[in-house]
């Protein structure tokens, strides 16, 4: 039998905070196997760290506390990037397509970038989406209504829902809080999980477009299996190894 650790509670702690931050995770029972504590110690350990605003905890264990900007703040990081994601999404886009566009600073970028004269239906929940494409040559715009919350910059709520339900798309962009090459797609908010859910249901495929921060990130509501995505957009310097645990999961990555 393995000696108790001897790691003091502060010590443990600064552990488990770098390992939140390496993983975006942890989970209360592994832990407690590596230090050789209980799982009541390691649940205090956690306890104290969410206190200090540093996890959130989950059951089973804790995420790293997420810090989300303001949408402005958002519009305005990594433009370039996001402009060169897009770019590449573009390539995906069809003459004549029903598009679902979600609300988020990429895929702003992504509506901006959309060519005129292309016979796209734009459909989203995002005012910054629709006034992109708003009035353009070649644009019709479906603006899906409910409850607009300042933190995503779209609607959601079951009005939104339902009105995403009543309508079928060639391609769906969620916007993408976090993603894994095992489990999918993850979001914050629960309701903004519905209606993500709604939309890549009423899609004949879903392409995710993930700055870099997004393949390491981890948030709190499964939205969809990693079997739901069919393209995954990332930066031409993402790690091969991920790249290729994306493709053996079946989906086609564009860098």
Same mark, same amino acid.
Request: proline share 5%; charged share 20%; hydrophobic share 45%.
């Given at each position: 039998?393995?000696?108790?650790?001897?790691?003091?509670?502060r010590e443990r702690q600064q552990?488990?905070?770098?390992?939140?931050?390496?993983?975006?995770?942890?989970?209360?029972?592994?832990?407690?196997?590596?230090?050789?504590?209980?799982?009541?110690?390691?649940?205090?350990?956690?306890?104290?760290?969410?206190?200090?605003?540093?996890?959130?905890?989950?059951?089973?264990?804790?995420?790293?506390?997420?810090?989300?900007?303001? !949408?402005?703040?958002?519009?305005?990081?990594?433009?370039? !990037?996001?402009?060169?994601?897009?770019?590449?999404? !573009?390539?995906?886009?069809?003459?004549?397509?029903?598009?679902?566009?979600?609300?988020? =600073?990429?895929?702003?970028?992504?509506?901006?970038?959309?060519?005129?004269?292309?016979?796209?239906?734009?459909?989203?929940?995002?005012?910054?989406?629709?006034?992109?494409?708003?009035?353009?040559?070649?644009?019709?715009?479906?603006?899906?209504?409910?409850?607009?919350?300042?933190?995503?910059?779209?609607?959601?709520? =079951?009005?939104?829902?339902?009105?995403?339900?009543?309508?079928?798309?060639?391609?769906?962009?969620?916007?993408?809080?976090?993603?894994?090459?095992?489990?999918?797609?993850?979001?914050?908010?629960?309701?903004?999980?519905?209606?993500?859910?709604?939309?890549?249901?009423?899609?004949?495929?879903?392409?995710?477009?993930?700055?870099?921060?997004?393949?390491?990130? =981890?948030?709190?509501?499964?939205?969809?299996?990693?079997?739901?995505? =069919?393209?995954?957009?990332?930066?031409?310097?993402?790690?091969a190894a991920v790249v290729a645990?994306?493709?053996?999961?079946?989906?086609?990555?564009?860098?």
């Open positions: 039998m393995n000696a108790p650790d001897t790691t003091l509670p552990l488990i905070l770098e390992r939140l931050q390496r993983d975006g995770k942890v989970i209360a029972a592994d832990l407690a196997q590596e230090f050789r504590v209980s799982e009541d110690s390691i649940r205090r350990d956690l306890r104290d760290l969410a206190a200090q605003g540093l996890c959130r905890r989950v059951y089973g264990g804790a995420l790293l506390a997420v810090n989300i900007p303001p !949408l402005g703040e958002r519009h305005a990081e990594r433009t370039e !990037l996001k402009r060169a994601l897009a770019r590449t999404a !573009l390539g995906l886009i069809g003459t004549g397509q029903i598009l679902f566009i979600d609300a988020g =600073s990429t895929n702003t970028v992504l509506a901006k970038m959309l060519p005129d004269h292309s016979d796209l239906t734009v459909v989203t929940n995002a005012p910054d989406v629709a006034l992109a494409v708003l009035g353009r040559p070649g644009f019709d715009v479906i603006m899906l209504g409910g409850k607009l919350d300042p933190a995503i910059g779209g609607a959601i709520g =079951s009005r939104t829902v339902r009105q995403a339900q009543d309508i079928r798309a060639d391609l769906c962009f969620p916007g993408v809080c976090a993603i894994d090459p095992q489990r999918g797609l993850w979001t914050y908010d629960e309701e903004e999980t519905v209606f993500k859910q709604a939309i890549i249901e009423a899609s004949g495929e879903t392409v995710a477009i993930a700055t870099p921060d997004k393949l390491v990130a =981890s948030a709190t509501h499964h939205t969809a299996p990693i079997t739901g995505i =069919s393209h995954l957009v990332v930066a031409s310097d993402t790690d645990r994306y493709r053996a999961a079946g989906v086609t990555v564009h860098m």
